[in-house]
């Protein structure tokens, strides 16, 4: 079937008997969607739903594309990148949930460890004491994520040139702890439980949450792409009110246990209980030198409404290292990234409150951001 074809039958529009598919990426953040549909959310909407998990980001953003999944756990970068054509991103996505906040971290090999390398200071003193002037291997899960330009700026803030004095590389954020464990990563920025089971298994240390670099970020977003929203507007309201409910019961603290053992599942996260455990509930108790009170991660209803904000200022990052226009308007960009019709009537109908503007203020560890006055500098803070 030619491609075009196959596109257009496979958007076609969405009804009761047609079983929606919904992609995922095996990590803790994807806990809603796995919720909502283990705990009968989407089926009390009228929803027949199929979880389906991806092999990583490519994945996600390639069946989107060609309508093999009708929406998708994603990056809240996807639908910014989608917009301008990046990183073979052929067709417009849009948010219409964000599914929380925060919940990354940046893990170290124990060889940086057992140097005495634990903040961007110390790596920073050890690149500069380095003999053998290696250039040390750090990987992110995308080029569009948080995590990446996160992780950049942890490093920028003690003097390390993430393009020069280390490299960058992606991988699926799956397969992060088990280079490490065989020498190939030095550091890595990723969702959990992927940083959890590197130090569970002895090959790595977590340094920092990212919660500490900007705080309650957004992070992960429902996406579907423009043409299904716009032939099935009718399912958006019903799935995201299921999606709502399903980050309800992720915040509740009386559910862990019960949301530990569904994670762990085989089809899922397909982990051992302790490190689920561990990694769900992921605090700064043994992460040395962390103070902040900043949340590592959330599933509040305060965490998920799809801010245009939140797009602007991973757009201003891009502007930052060089990888987006300056001259580009990050306003009108991002504005083209969410859709909150669904999300308001969900909301309205849960009697979650939102917020008057599309464009809500974002907080800073420096201030707030916003979007009409964009800095590509408003993130470079010490995190020693």
């Known amino acids: 079937m030619p491609q075009q074809e196959k596109h257009q039958h496979t958007s076609a529009q969405h009804t009761a008997a047609t079983p929606l598919r919904i992609g995922f990426v095996d990590l803790i953040d994807a806990a809603p969607l796995i919720v909502a549909h283990e705990k009968g959310f989407f089926a009390a909407e009228g929803l027949r739903v199929t979880l389906e998990r991806q092999l990583g980001w490519g994945n996600v953003r390639d069946r989107l594309t060609f309508g093999q999944l009708d929406a998708a756990h994603a990056l809240l970068g996807m639908p910014l990148f989608s917009r301008i054509g990046r990183d073979w991103f052929i ?13 990354n971290a940046i893990t170290l090999s124990r060889r940086l460890i057992d140097a005495g390398v634990r903040t961007p200071a110390s790596l920073a003193q050890y690149i500069r004491n380095d003999p053998r002037q290696e250039v040390m291997l750090f990987a992110h899960v995308f080029s569009c994520s948080t995590h990446h330009y996160l992780l950049r700026d942890w490093l920028a803030s003690s003097g390390v040139d993430p393009d020069r004095d280390v490299r960058l590389r992606v991988f699926p954020p799956n397969q992060m702890a088990g280079h ?48 299904w929203l716009d032939r099935n507007a009718n399912v958006a309201t019903p799935l995201v009110r299921a999606v709502l409910r399903g980050c309800a019961f992720c915040e509740d603290e009386r559910n862990i246990d019960a949301l530990t053992d569904l994670l762990a599942r085989p089809q899922y ?56 226009r300056a001259e580009v308007d990050i306003h009108a960009l991002a504005r083209a990234c969410v859709d909150t019709m669904a999300y308001r009537a969900a909301a309205r109908s849960l009697g979650i409150e939102c917020p008057s503007s599309d464009h809500p203020p974002m907080r800073l560890r420096g201030g707030l951001f916003d979007p009409f006055k964009t800095s590509a500098s408003l993130v470079g803070e010490t995190h020693t």
């Not at 920025?189 to 900007?214: K, Y």
């Open 180 to 227: 490490m464990k065989r020498g190939y990563l030095e550091g890595f920025c990723a969702g959990e439980p992927w940083n959890t089971l590197a130090r569970q298994e002895g090959s790595g240390e977590i340094v920092a949450v990212t919660a500490d670099i900007v705080p309650e970020h957004p992070e992960k977003v429902l996406a579907v792409t423009r043409r």
């Open 91 to 103: 067709e417009p996505l849009v948010a219409l949930t964000n599914l929380g906040s925060g919940g």
């Open 269 to 324: 996260l397909n982990l051992p209980r302790e490190v689920i455990a561990k990694a769900v509930s992921l605090d700064r108790s043994d992460i040395r030198g962390s103070s902040s009170d900043w949340r590592v991660r959330s599933f509040a209803p305060s965490a998920t409404f799809p801010s245009m904000t939140q797009s602007a200022w991973l757009a201003t990052q891009m502007v930052r290292w060089g990888h987006l």
